[in-house]
């Protein structure tokens, strides 16, 4: 009887399907249809003669003798030599999400259980930082850079990534461990755990999802940064934004369009990957920081 009660009328529940139908269809389709053109060639996917060309593959076809062609990927993979920048971009993102993580867990651990008024002000000035557009930071420190003669290096690339992301982190952190109780921490302490035992052994593990949805939205800003990759760092260290990038600054040559779509559909596809494998994490994550203890 709930089950009945609770059951939508027939045009209620076809016009909710439907919305959530099309919703889905827009949000996939640029995915989907940049997937299928990343094996066509350019005068089939950049066609201005017909869109129906990028479906067929007519001219990539009467070119390769076969509807779909792995030139875009082969291109960038092997002629651009895009798996360096795929090695970069590891390097840097697990960098950024470690040193994060652990400033960010200790920092917001510390200004949760804090008594003092300076907190509120260490969280206002850090949000100040955050706002700030990624562009004047960077400009900031190129001469510093050059005059040590570190501009180009990933660590250099990474301790800006860290300095810009960490604001975010405190903030997010802050908010995961005001939610959980102070008496969980203290009844470790009375047990005979140090502060930092109470909090390694006893908060962390509570807070997982936390870490887990932070840490991701920081492996996020890392990854597809653009604006400090792409000013420090040389190209031989180069990120996979950056170097998508190079691929469509060299439009006039032929074939540079499709090494790009190749680069930007590998470069996507882990993110797919990633948040359908954290899905869960990242929704009790969110709800955790959104309900205090």
Known sequence: MIATRRRLPLPLAALSTGFVLLWVFMAAFPFIWTVWGSFKVEQDFFSRDSWWFA???TRTIA???????????Y????????FSSVVNTAIVTVSVVVVSLTFGTLGGYA???SGYRYTFWLLMLALVFRAMPHITLVSGYLLPFFEMNIWGYMPTAIIVLVAINQPFTLWMLHSFFLS??????????????????AFRLV???????????????SFLLAYNDFAVTAMLLSQPNQTMVPKIASF???????GNVMFAVAAVVSATAPLFVLVLFFQRQIVSGLTAGAVKG
Request: hydrophobic content about 40%.
């Open 55 to 57: 479906i067929e593959g």
């Open 63 to 73: 070119q390769t003798g076969s509807a779909f062609t792995g030139d875009g990927y």
């Open 75 to 82: 291109g960038a993979w092997v002629l651009r030599d895009f």
């Open 111 to 113: 200004l949760a259980r």
């Open 180 to 197: 959980i109780p102070k008496d969980l921490d203290e009844s470790a302490m009375v047990d005979g755990c140090s502060r930092f035992q």
């Open 203 to 217: 908060v962390i593990p509570v807070m997982w999802p936390g870490v887990i949805t932070t840490g991701l939205f």
């Open 248 to 254: 469509l600054g060299t439009i006039q040559q032929e």
